[in-house]
């Protein structure tokens, strides 16, 4: 089975820093997709940034960027500058190949201070 | 992209009745989602439903009490059978996205069971 894992439920970062949200998989597929996505409080879910497992770089996608470690199989997002607007619950997310379905971790509460 | 709206966005109901959610998106689309998610917590699959078959249910969740019709590539519904208490969550519909593998949200629809 796949499993998501996100050991940290909290983080806080002052405005204009840079923080890392943390993000392990296990599976034994090599063709799988990895996602990041927010939800601000009571707000719909937003797809940040995608991984494609073949791709070797890191996807980025403006502020927001990824680790992707395939034999580590850790998958951290980084966002710099860091806005009032980030906050919200970030949770990071794994799909199989043409499965479709989605594997969410737990997630993790991003507080962004002023 | 999509741009996916749900009806009701939240609804107070008494246990025992049953609620229908709607799920519309903005373009054609072959795979869509129901997911339950728990305010705080992580987002939980409960079927996967597409245009022309039966929906796929995952563990734990059953056609009786999650009846879900799929009429079209824009449209479905999700219904809450005979709710108890244990009922009350977030019900929130995704989209896949054929070229990316990416899926997208709807805004959700906040259910509470007294």
């Known amino acids: 089975a796949q499993t998501v894992t996100q050991s940290q439920p909290e983080m806080s970062v002052q405005e204009a820093e840079t923080v890392t949200l943390s993000c392990t998989y296990d599976t034994s597929e090599n063709n799988y997709y990895l996602f990041w996505y927010k939800q601000p409080p009571s707000r719909q879910m937003i797809l940040v940034i995608r991984?494609?497992?073949?791709?070797?770089q890191n996807a980025t996608e403006n502020r927001f960027s990824v680790n992707f470690q395939k034999a580590a199989k850790s998958f951290s997002l980084k966002i710099s500058d860091s806005q009032l607007g980030d906050t919200a619950m970030y949770f990071c997310a794994f799909m199989i190949g043409a499965n479709s379905k989605l594997t969410f971790g737990k997630g993790i509460t991003l507080s962004v201070r002023p | 992209s999509a741009v996916i709206s749900q009806k009701p966005s939240r609804d107070i109901c008494q246990r025992g009745t049953s609620l229908t959610i709607q799920c519309q998106v903005d373009?054609?689309?072959?795979?869509m989602f129901w997911y339950r998610q728990q305010p705080g917590q992580s987002l939980t699959l409960i079927a996967t439903?597409?245009?022309?078959?039966?929906?796929?249910?995952e563990s734990g969740f059953v056609i009786d009490k999650f009846p879900i019709s799929r009429p079209n590539l824009t449209f479905s519904t999700l219904t809450v059978s005979n709710m108890s208490p244990e009922d009350s969550s977030i019900y929130l519909c995704?989209?896949?996205?054929?070229?990316?593998?990416?899926?997208?949200f709807g805004p959700g629809t906040r259910l509470t069971v007294t």
């Open positions: 373009s054609q689309v072959t795979m």
């Open positions: 439903a597409n245009q022309g078959s039966e929906a796929t249910y």
């Open positions: 995704s989209v896949l996205t054929g070229v990316f593998y990416e899926q997208y």
């Open positions: 991984q494609e497992a073949y791709k070797q």
